[in-house]
T-cell receptor
Framework: KAGVTQTPRYLIKTRGQQVTLSCSPISGHRSVSWYQQTPGQGLQFLFE???????NKGNFPGRFSGRQFSNSRSEMNVSTLELGDSALYLC??????????????FGPGTRLTVL | SQQGEEDPQALSIQEGENATMNCSYK?????LQWYRQNSGRGLVHLIL?????REKHSGRLRVTLDTSKKSSSLLITASRAADTASYFC????????????FGKGITLSVRP
């Protein structure tokens, strides 16, 4: 089975712009979670989607949004970028969201740099 | 906010030695997981231990869980240079729709 894929791998944007990141989960996985990783804050949970519905949300401003499509692929969007949004954005999928805290399979991440 | 806190923050050992990493957490959990991350890459799941388990092994990895002390340890035996990475514990709190919460990680350096 192919692993979790994320595109693009690297992205450079300027303040005020918006960005869309994409994630394709492992085939058959229906839950997709997004995380932001920075040296200062570590790994922080953004949101989780299952069956095109947001099931869980972290403590991030409304500039961060996401969605999931019927094929389980997910996108996250950040509007009005700030310098502090520079981070590694990780997507993870899991096979059975009915089991709380299932093992997560991570993609390689998208490195976003905001100038 | 991080629930799991790893200790130490950084560890440097010689190849062949054992590496022990600890994780403490605050709330009741369904399970605790350990992940590895090589520099700037995605995380790789290593092992999951459920709240009713006390010890689990996987290859050179040994994980213990003490729910009374709300702590876990990860032991890597006979370390190799390829074990150099960051290691994270993640806790799955009890409750519906709970989400995994990651600690800030431990940086392990294994010197050849």
């Amino acid at each position: 089975k192919a692993g979790v894929t994320q595109t693009p791998r690297y992205l450079i944007k300027t303040r005020g712009q918006q960005v869309t990141l994409s994630c394709s989960p492992i085939s058959g996985h229906r839950s997709v979670s997004w995380y932001q990783q920075t040296p200062g804050q570590g790994l922080q949970f953004l949101f989780e989607y299952f069956s095109e519905t947001q099931r869980n949300k972290g403590n991030f401003p409304g500039r961060f949004s996401g969605r999931q499509f019927s094929n389980s692929r997910s996108e996250m969007n950040v509007s009005t970028l700030e310098l502090g949004d520079s981070a590694l954005y990780l997507c993870a999928s899991s096979p059975d969201p009915g089991r709380a805290g299932d093992e997560q399979f991570f993609g390689p991440g998208t490195r976003l740099t905001v100038l | 906010s991080q629930q799991g806190e790893e200790d130490p923050q950084a560890l440097s050992i010689q190849e062949g030695e054992n590496a022990t990493m600890n994780c403490s957490y605050k709330t009741s959990i369904n399970n605790l997981q350990w992940y590895r991350q090589n520099s700037g890459r995605g995380l790789v799941h290593l092992i999951l231990i459920r709240s009713n388990e006390r010890e689990k092994h996987s290859g050179r990895l040994r994980v213990t869980l003490d729910t009374s002390k709300k702590s876990s340890s990860l032991l890597i035996t006979a370390s190799r240079a390829a074990d150099t990475a960051s290691y994270f514990c993640a806790t799955a709190p009890t409750g519906a729709n709970s989400k995994l919460t990651f600690g800030k990680g431990i940086t392990l350096s294994v010197r050849p």
